[in-house]
Structure formats: structure tokens, C-alpha cells
């Protein structure tokens, strides 16, 4: 059973370009947790992948993008809702499969608890990302990317 929440944009990422945000950290509530690389806009399918730290013991993981709590501009973060214990626990990721239905099942299963925000930010029709940054939002001229 698929949790289309869990798995779309939360209202402010929908201003973003996924490409846009390579590169900034990613953050729980309970320190960093790597550096996103890249993600996938679909409606109800879209996620981030992020290369962890060392110090996490995994080189990358996938998170559902309705994970997202807000982003950051002045930090060049990405706030999520899961702390850094979830993101090891996590079934393991395979560059492979993050389409995989069944990857996906075991995601959802795993950050059920832990995506209070869900229901709170997640747009009742979310809009792929097609657009950049909206004009009035302030730029990072340092903007790292790690294509």
C-alpha cells in the first residue's frame, strides 16, 4: 500500500528545482545527516538522495521527499523530519531500485513514525518541480553541486 504523502513535496520544496538544492546539507532534528546529490519530482513517487557522513557508517540513502520539513536558504539546508538513527536503520539503499516498488513498501513501512509532518505540509495535489527558485527568494552564490 502506497502512502502518496510520504511521497510528495511538501508546499514549500514545490518552489524548488530538486537541482536547485544540490548540495545543501541535509539536517534532522538531531544534527546532519549528509549532503543531498540529486532527486525525483514525480507526483506521489518523489524522493532525495543523499550522500551521508562517515560517521553514519552508510555512504547514501533515499528518503521519501514527504520527509522534507522546510528548507533553509540562509543555512543551505534541507530539514527533515527523521532523526539520524532512522536514516541508519533504513533498509539499504541500491542505486538500482528507487523504483522498486517493494524498496519503496520497506521506506514506508520504516519512516512511518517518523513523518509527523505529513499530513501537515503535504499539498493535496502536488505539483511536479518544472520551475527554479522563485525570484523573490534570495540566491546562494556559493551553491556546491555535486553532479
Given at each position: 500500500m502506497s502512502d502518496p504523502a510520504l511521497w510528495s513535496l511538501s508546499v514549500q520544496l514545490q518552489q524548488y528545482?530538486?537541482?536547485?538544492?544540490?548540495g545543501f546539507t541535509v539536517e534532522g532534528p538531531d544534527g546532519r545527516i549528509g549532503i543531498l546529490k540529486t532527486g525525483c519530482a514525480h507526483p506521489g513517487?518523489?524522493?532525495l538522495i543523499v550522500s551521508t557522513y562517515p560517521s553514519l557508517g552508510i555512504a547514501t540513502t533515499m528518503l521519501p521527499a514527504g520527509l522534507v520539513?522546510?528548507?533553509d536558504e540562509d543555512r543551505a539546508a534541507v530539514l527533515v523530519g527523521c532523526c539520524r538513527a532512522d536514516v541508519v536503520q533504513?533498509?539499504?539503499f541500491d542505486v538500482a531500485s528507487p523504483q522498486d516498488d517493494v524498496y519503496r513498501a520497506a521506506l514506508e513501512q520504516h519512516y512511518a513514525g517518523s513523518r509527523?509532518?505529513?499530513t501537515r505540509n503535504a499539498s493535496p495535489a502536488p505539483r511536479a518541480l518544472a520551475r527554479s527558485r522563485p525570484t523573490t527568494a534570495p540566491t546562494r552564490?556559493?551553491?556546491r553541486s555535486l553532479s
Open positions: 528545482c530538486v537541482t536547485d538544492l544540490r513517487r518523489s524522493y520539513e522546510r528548507i533504513a533498509p539499504p509527523s509532518r505529513a552564490s556559493s551553491h
